[in-house]
């Protein structure tokens, strides 16, 4: 990909098989799923056939073997549609089973990616929790070893994917008494367990993505889904929030581009005293604003997708410029998502705030993404962090 985002004539096949999915299958449905708060009953094994499932994965385990700028390519094009829809798909893809597989056996990974790409299963990630949003650290689910078992006990609450997930990674302290270094991962098929609850979350965006507040008590994982190594989840937890900071961006982008343009279509359309309100300067203003901070965001968002598929270890975390790329890129483009979306809106008038139109859903999507994957307060921490370490390089 060059720096102009000229894509490859794949990356095009991707973008445009995508998008006309999104338009023709999608779209028609996304009025009525959108009031009743529902996703879409086929929605993962439609992406299945159009092979958007397992984008970053191996062939040998149904996926399409590219990287990450493919995989936020697609979330972009399909946020042109549903940003909540989209970062549905992000949660299971790159959240749950890219992180998965990342740091699974290879055993492990034959027996669950093919059924990630499938959409067979539908997947979920387990981090925040009712009392440690941002400061994720500070986790109290526990997992008690008790002979070749685990028993889990806590909650984690804003779980994407929760309501409808076949599979789960989650985070619990194995070792209490060592704080960050006393937590580990473990993985789980929801169906194989007992002594765990979801609860469905109401939300004012992000509606047809379902959430929930994820409850265990007493339940038994045995010893083998522990995965990465025993109190080493800090490093399976940071090594996942660079690629999804990153390919999560798609997710706002599609919706910024939407904002942009149903509005400039809108104002063409729209005569006011006589005109069209797109002549008027206080209208192309917002338009032109629009315009320049999605193409900003898209540069932020595009070039550290490309500089994460050129490493060798795409890990990230603390102390790398990856980390620093990746939260700059999502603290960008989710603030700049609300601001285009409020403008849209203001654009729209009366019309905006009306269900039916499409513009409206587009904005109240937005809000998340200065909220999830870590705050843009937190995001701001990160980027201070990585300019001030002493053997950050001006390579800006």
């Known amino acids: 990909m060059a720096l102009d985002f000229t894509f490859t004539d794949e990356q095009r096949m991707l973008e445009d098989s995508v998008l006309k999915w999104a338009n023709t299958w999608l779209e028609p449905q996304m009025e009525h799923m959108y009031e009743i708060d529902e996703m879409p009953k086929d929605l993962f094994k439609q992406m299945g056939e159009l092979g958007i499932n397992g984008i970053a994965f191996d062939e040998k385990y149904g996926g399409a073997g590219l990287g990450y700028v493919e995989t936020l390519l697609a979330y972009e094009t399909i946020a042109r549609v549903s940003n909540a829809l989209s970062m549905t798909v992000g949660a299971s893809q790159t959240l749950c089973f890219d992180n998965f597989r990342r740091n699974a056996t290879e055993a492990q990974r034959a027996y669950v990616l093919p059924k990630a790409c499938t959409g067979e299963w539908i997947g979920c990630l387990g981090i925040t929790e009712p009392n440690a949003g941002s400061d994720a650290m500070s986790m109290a689910t526990k997992a008690e070893k008790k002979g070749d078992k685990y028993i889990i006990n806590g909650s984690k609450i804003f779980i994407t994917n929760g309501p409808v997930a076949q599979f789960m990674v989650f985070y619990a302290k194995t070792d209490p008494a060592a704080g960050p270094k006393g937590i580990s991962t473990f993985f789980f098929e929801v169906d194989k367990v007992k002594g765990v609850k979801f609860e469905k979350i109401k939300k004012w965006g992000m509606r047809t993505s379902p959430t929930a507040l994820v409850t265990f008590e007493d339940m038994e994982v045995p010893e083998e889904n522990l995965i990465g190594g025993l109190n080493k989840g800090v490093a399976v937890l940071t090594s996942g929030l660079c690629t999804e900071r990153i390919t999560?961006?798609?997710?706002?982008?599609?919706?910024?581009?939407?904002?942009?343009?149903?509005?400039?279509?809108?104002?063409?359309?729209?005569?006011?005293?006589?005109?069209?309100?797109?002549?008027?300067?206080?209208?192309?203003?917002?338009?032109?604003?629009?315009?320049?901070?999605?193409?900003?965001?898209?540069?932020?968002?595009?070039?550290?997708?490309?500089?994460?598929?050129?490493?060798?270890?795409?890990?990230g975390g603390k102390g790398t410029d990856l980390d620093r790329m990746a939260a700059a890129s999502l603290l960008f483009n989710g603030e700049m998502g609300t601001k285009i979306g409020l403008d849209a809106i203001q654009i729209f008038g009366g019309y905006g705030y009306c269900t039916e139109y499409a513009i409206s859903r587009h904005f109240l999507d937005q809000k998340l993404w200065e909220i999830g994957a870590g705050t843009s307060e937190i995001r701001r921490m990160i980027i201070a962090r990585e300019l001030m370490r002493d053997d950050f390089k001006s390579g800006l």
């Open 248 to 315: 999560l961006s798609g997710c706002t982008l599609g919706g910024q581009r939407s904002c942009l343009e149903l509005s400039l279509k809108y104002a063409k359309e729209r005569v006011q005293f006589g005109k069209p309100i797109a002549s008027f300067q206080t209208i192309q203003e917002k338009l032109a604003n629009m315009y320049c901070g999605y193409k900003a965001g898209k540069f932020l968002a595009y070039s550290a997708a490309a500089y994460c598929d050129s490493l060798t270890n795409k890990s």
